[in-house]
């Protein structure tokens, strides 16, 4: 119990240790620090509980953390528009946490791309590369690779709007259900001798889109057939 080590006399406060060996100088040192944190402690009568610093009201949320982790993620650069827009709405997306962390490393291009692994020394592998003269970095993979394209196209076709594949990702963000599915294809072709069929991975992404749309939003439930034929009527119920 902390009372055991704790003993205070009128306002002065004295801190007894009891170890089960001798300690060693560095670990006096360490415990010339502790009692340093240690000093500004004050005791009450009150109830303790946790609380959560990087909160106002100390509360944790996903919110707090999300905004704590930019923080020490940020390299100083500002934000374009398109990019701050993203970033302050990407946890208010009906998709789940774990798709939604993908996004938000594939946005800081945070991912174990071949560009990124070279620039790090980890490519020591001579794997087999579908886009002959391209690099795979984030931009290529998601959006210009051509099997990736078909994959947009067919979904924005489902969706019934006409597109021009954009020059960044934030421009997709929306759309993260897709890159998810590009991403595990992806591996699969490379390192489990699938195949990257991009009808396959439409199909799966209108599987996926439903089963979110169900659990997570508030539009009446429709049927898949109805999903898959018409998904802007779905939002209309």
């Known amino acids: ?38 000093e500004p402690v004050v005791f009450s009568l009150e109830e303790y509980c946790w609380s959560w610093k990087p909160d106002p009201e100390g ?4 919110k707090s953390s999300y905004n704590l982790l930019v923080g020490e993620l940020w390299s100083g650069e500002e934000l374009d528009d398109a990019m701050a827009v993203v970033f302050d709405q990407l946890w208010d997306s009906p998709a789940p946490s774990k798709v939604i962390a993908f996004s938000w490393q594939l946005l800081y291009d945070r991912i174990p791309t071949r560009k990124n692994l070279k620039v790090r020394g980890l490519l020591g592998v ?20 051509p099997s990736a394209m078909v994959v947009w196209y067919d979904i924005f076709r489902w969706l019934g709007v006409v597109i021009v594949i954009p020059p960044s990702l934030s421009l997709l963000f929306e759309i993260m259900r897709g890159v998810t599915r590009i991403w595990r294809a992806g591996n699969n072709a490379i ?20 089963k979110w749309c169900l659990a997570r ?21």
């Open 59 to 62: 509360v944790f949320s996903v």
């Open 126 to 145: 001579d794997m087999p590369w579908e886009c002959v003269g391209s690099v795979e970095s984030a931009i290529h993979l998601f959006l210009h690779c």
């Open 1 to 38: 119990m902390v009372g055991d080590y704790y003993e205070q006399r009128g306002e002065a406060v004295r801190w007894t240790f009891s170890w089960r060996r001798e300690l060693f100088q560095w670990e006096e040192d360490l415990v010339v620090r502790l009692r340093d944190m240690l």
């Open 217 to 237: 939003t508030k539009i009446s439930p429709c049927m898949f057939y109805e999903w898959t034929w018409d998904p802007g009527e779905c939002f209309l119920q």
């Open 191 to 210: 390192f489990a001798n699938g195949s990257f069929t991009p009808k396959a991975i439409v199909d799966d992404i209108k599987v996926l889109s439903w």
